[in-house]
């Protein structure tokens, strides 16, 4: 039988693209080992981690920003674009720049991760299908996105495109919502 990848020592670890990884929270070394090891330039951390995690990730070069807060708008919408979200698209967006990933991880990799994963499928413009795929386990949080408002609060940020991806359109066509199309902004630079 062929061995067909290598076990990862983080629980719950889920590609999202070619930088963005979700996890649940790291607790053992050699989860820490295994980033450390693998190109990752950043670790957004919705959970607290040990302080001796967090510092050893630091002293390899891995820079951890600390999330940790209260994300009871994940379910509470309309959406809150708060400066911890904007950051957060801000150190995926400087990474990718650099050819790192990121680590976005919750206590159980599934809520928060999951907010966060959405938002950034949202961005991407990702169409609905793909994301309700059984193992991306996120579908519910982008569908909330979609359905509130998610392009006008996008179009205030500039970072939508002015025709959202058809899948969206027929998504909330079917499921009876307002559809709301951004006007074209342009382009715009990360600062």
């Not at 820079?63 to 994300?71: E, M, Q, R, T, W």
């Not at 904007?86 to 599934?110: S, T």
């Not at 809520?111 to 950034?120: E, R």
């Not at 949202?122 to 996120?138: Q, R, S």
Request: charged share 25%; hydrophobic share 40%; with cysteine.
């Amino acid at each position: 039988m062929k061995n067909w990848g290598k076990k990862v020592p983080l629980e719950n670890f889920r590609r999202v693209d070619k930088t963005l990884y979700t996890s649940a929270l790291p607790t053992k070394e050699k989860g820490i080992d295994f980033l450390l090891r693998n190109n990752f330039g950043a670790v957004v951390s919705i959970a607290r981690m040990e302080p001796r995690l967090s510092k050893r990730l630091e002293a390899g070069g891995i820079k951890v920003h600390d999330f940790v807060g209260d994300y009871s708008f994940v379910t509470g919408l309309p959406i809150v674009w708060s400066g911890k979200v904007q950051g957060f698209f801000r150190i995926v967006a400087e990474n990718e720049l650099c050819g790192k990933r990121v680590l976005v991880h919750c206590y159980g990799g599934f809520h928060g991760a999951g907010f966060f994963s959405s938002m950034y499928k949202a961005v991407k413009g990702l169409p609905i299908e793909i994301t309700e795929m059984p193992f991306l386990y996120h579908a519910e949080y982008l569908k909330k996105l979609y359905s509130q408002a998610l392009v006008s609060a996008a179009k205030k940020l500039r970072i939508l495109p002015s025709r959202p991806p058809r899948a969206i359109l027929k998504w909330m066509k079917r499921h009876g919502k307002k559809v709301i199309v951004a006007k074209p902004i342009g382009r715009r630079r990360l600062k």
